[in-house]
């Protein structure tokens, strides 16, 4: 038989006894050593313990099948492994192996998945590119000489280039959807709590969230049955009921009953031509499935991306204080005097990004300019978050495209931090008011690179989003594309 493809079709197979765990694994372990050389997707491959994992799994007794049993899944390299080394993609943790798993990680492996590897990033998870990884920049399969996005730029360019049917990443402000856009991936930001942050390496813990990318909803939704629930090592883990996800989009044919809200206000400017064009085009279909469109106003939007860069400097400097050369990780040697040992410790661990966030976030923290800067974002805020509650008493979700360009070509913003900072336009939001947020694929541009459309919707409601992505993504074939890493068009 031909080797399944999707988290579902390989959890059926191996279970029905159609393929082992093992075959899958050195399948995908395969595609990995063939593809990856030019995208850098991967930051470590741990090829002898995923296939003594499948091997185990296919070793157990027959009973009721563990909800991933063989998939094949990567992991974005700021998620703590035990065994594996965690570096964020940074110098400063370079070699550091964790002696613990993430809760996600306990969590897949209980559910029968199989860890193959972990991905590039940008450092630390800042950065809207993948360019910032001390480890080199990932491409993306779609055109090598294009960025995938960022954050977690490793995980989309390994669903994307069909190397794992699923793979986990972070999203403090957008990271997992930008990428998952400019890839043509499915990429979900689950409600703020939903998922255990124990064992992420922190950025910015009010908005750091884990999710799943995947080519379908239906896997995404898979994945969060497994990753969902509450956490006693995580304060901020959500106590609220688990549905089941993946049963909830059974069924689902059309969007009778469902109020999509469309905020036409942000996309007066800075949107491409293309990435507006397919956006109408998905609103439509929506209206087609049976949607009522409705036009919502967020007001206070425009300063979601000053308010996001205070906030996530403000905690990205506390965070980031306990990488010091001292327990672990990366030491600068023969230091004369401890402060010496500090600065040149991170002088040198520490990439250019992560350097600028944290003096920023240091400075509008400081005394005189804490109250102006820190206290105000936070309060700008709470008009986000209220902006989006008035929002909803109208609409279910709402709708808007996921990046306002497709892939930018690498190199093209990183002299311009500003302009890097609004690729997440459309993306900080849910993080800032803790919203479930999907994004699904909804066309190519003229030059053939893949556009995203994403879905907001209430706290807690991630059935919803789900919901909705997945109809849209059964209606349209957008989904179906995929590029080719190993021969990419060029550009």
């Given at each position: ?10 959890r ?6 159609q ?8 399948a ?7 593809l ?26 027959s ?109 403090t ?28 390496i ?5 908005l ?33 009921p ?22 036409r ?73 401890l ?71 690498l190199?093209e ?20 008011a ?28 991630d ?13 349209t ?15």
């Open positions: 038989m031909d080797m399944p493809s999707q988290a579902r079709e390989i059926d197979a191996v279970a029905n006894r393929v082992s765990a093992v075959e899958v694994c050195r995908a372990l395969d595609r990995i050593a063939a990856d050389p030019p995208l850098n997707a991967f930051r470590a491959v741990a090829a002898e313990r995923a296939l003594e994992r499948a091997a185990e799994l296919d070793a157990r007794s009973g009721s099948p563990l909800p991933l049993l063989g998939v094949p899944v990567a992991l974005k390299d700021n998620m703590c492994t035990r065994g594996i080394a965690t570096t964020a993609s940074s110098r400063i943790l370079e070699g550091y192996t964790p002696p613990y798993d993430a809760t996600v990680v306990e969590r897949l492996e209980a559910a029968g998945a199989v860890i193959v590897g972990k991905t590039n990033c940008d450092e630390f998870a800042m950065g809207s590119s993948t360019e910032n990884s001390a480890f080199g920049p990932t491409r993306n399969p779609w055109a090598l000489d294009r960025t995938p996005g960022g954050s977690s730029g490793g995980s989309a360019a390994a669903v994307a280039a069909r190397m794992v049917p699923l793979a986990l990443g972070s999203d402000g957008g990271s997992i959807r930008q990428p998952a856009a400019l890839c043509g991936v499915v990429g979900f930001k689950p409600s703020y709590g939903r998922v255990s942050r124990y064992g992420l922190a950025f910015a813990s009010s750091d969230q884990i999710g799943p990318f995947a080519t379908t909803v239906t896997d995404a939704a898979l994945a969060m049955d497994v990753l969902s629930g509450h956490d006693a090592r995580d304060s901020t883990s959500s106590s609220a688990v549905p089941g996800f993946a049963a909830a989009l059974e069924g689902a044919t059309d969007l009778r009953g469902v109020r999509v809200g469309v905020p206000h942000l996309f007066s400017e800075g949107v491409d031509d293309d990435v507006m064009a397919a956006f109408g085009a998905a609103i439509e279909v929506t209206r087609e499935r049976g949607a009522e469109i409705v036009d919502v106003r967020l007001t206070h939007s425009p300063q979601a991306i000053p308010v996001y860069y205070v906030i996530a400097t403000a905690e990205a400097s506390s965070n980031l204080a306990r990488y010091d050369g001292v327990r672990y990780g990366y030491r600068m040697t023969d230091p004369h005097t402060g010496e040992m500090y600065e040149r410790t991170r002088g040198a661990g520490f990439g250019r990004e992560v350097k600028r966030r944290i003096i920023l976030g240091t400075y509008v923290l400081s005394a005189g300019y804490y109250d102006a800067y820190y206290r105000k974002a936070q309060q700008v805020r709470t008009l986000i978050r209220r902006d989006y509650e008035r929002a909803f008493a109208a609409v279910d979700v709402i709708a808007m495209p996921t990046s306002p360009t497709a892939a930018f070509a190199g913003r990183t002299e311009d931090p500003v302009q890097m900072y609004l690729s997440d336009v459309f993306t900080v939001g849910a993080n800032l803790g919203l479930p947020a999907i994004t699904v694929p909804c066309g190519l541009t003229r030059g053939r690179l893949p556009i995203g459309l994403q879905f907001t919707g209430r706290p807690m409601e059935v919803t989003v789900l919901r909705v992505g997945d109809v849209y993504q059964r209606a074939t957008w989904s179906q594309l995929a590029p080719n890493p190993a021969q990419p068009a060029s550009r």
